[in-house]
C-alpha cells in the first residue's frame, strides 16, 4: 500500500530556478491538495483539487502552479524559486472534498525544500 | 478573519495521567472537525472525525469533544503512554478544504 508518494524528498535550489514536486495516490480518490508547513505557521493550503479536472488557490497561492495530470496526479511547481519557498511540502488526497465521505486525508511524507 | 488556535506551548504529562488538547475556532462554522497526529519529519496522520451534530466521539484511548456553542474541541488522551508523544493538530472544514492550526506537542514522560 504505497498510499500517497511525493518526490522529490529533499531539494535544493538557488533563487531563481525552477522545479515541479510530483504527487501520485494509489487509493482512487477524487481530491488531491498541496499544503505547506513551516516552523510557528501550521499546515497552510497553496493548491487544491475538488476532482480530476479541477483545480483551485488556496491560502497561499503566489509563486506556485498545478496540475491535476490525471486523477492520481497532481504536481506542484515553482517557477522561480524564493527563498521565502524554503519549506516543507506535503501532499493529500481524500475521497471526496464535500461534505459527505469522512472527509479524511492521506498525507504523503514531505518534500523538504531549501531556496538559497 | 477565520482562526484555528492551539497552545502553542507543549504539554508535559506523566505517563498514565490524561492529556487534554483544546482547539478553538472563530468565523467557521464547521460541518466537522478533524484531529490529526504528526509525528518528526512524516506526514499528519489522521485519527478521529467529529460532526457538528456529535457531542463526543471515541476511539480507544482518544476523546474528542466539540461544542459549536463555544466553538471548541477538546481532544483527550487517556491513559496515556511515551509513544503518545507527537505533535496533534485540529483541522476544520469549510469551502471545500481543511484548515489546519498550528499543532500543540505531547510529551508523555516515563
Known amino acids: 500500500n504505497a498510499g500517497v508518494t511525493q518526490t522529490p524528498k529533499f531539494q535544493v535550489l538557488k533563487t531563481g530556478q525552477s522545479m515541479t514536486l510530483q504527487c501520485a495516490q494509489d487509493m482512487n480518490h477524487n481530491s488531491m491538495y498541496w499544503y505547506r508547513q513551516d516552523p510557528g505557521m501550521g499546515l497552510r493550503l497553496i493548491y487544491y483539487?475538488?476532482?480530476?479536472?479541477?483545480?483551485d488557490k488556496g491560502e497561499v497561492p503566489n509563486g506556485y502552479n498545478v496540475s491535476r495530470l490525471n486523477k492520481r496526479e497532481f504536481s506542484l511547481r515553482l517557477e522561480s524559486a524564493a527563498p521565502s519557498q524554503t519549506s516543507v511540502y506535503f501532499c493529500a488526497s481524500s475521497l471526496l472534498a464535500g461534505g459527505s465521505g469522512t472527509g479524511e486525508l492521506f498525507f504523503g511524507e514531505g518534500s523538504r525544500l531549501t531556496v538559497l | 478573519s477565520q482562526k484555528i488556535e492551539q497552545n502553542s506551548e507543549a504539554l508535559n504529562i506523566q505517563e498514565g495521567k490524561t492529556a487534554t488538547l483544546t482547539c478553538n475556532y472563530t468565523n467557521y462554522s464547521p460541518a466537522y472537525l478533524q484531529w490529526y497526529r504528526q509525528d518528526p519529519g512524516r506526514g499528519p496522520v489522521f485519527l478521529l472525525l467529529?460532526?457538528?451534530?456529535?457531542k463526543e466521539k471515541r476511539k480507544e484511548r482518544l476523546k474528542v469533544t466539540f461544542d459549536t456553542t463555544l466553538k471548541q474541541s477538546l481532544f483527550h488522551i487517556t491513559a496515556s503512554q511515551p509513544a503518545d508523544s507527537a505533535t496533534y493538530l485540529c483541522a476544520l472544514y469549510g469551502n471545500n478544504r481543511l484548515a489546519f492550526g498550528k499543532g500543540n506537542q505531547v510529551v508523555v514522560i516515563p
Open positions: 467529529i460532526r457538528e451534530n456529535e
Open positions: 483539487s475538488a476532482s480530476e479536472g479541477t483545480t
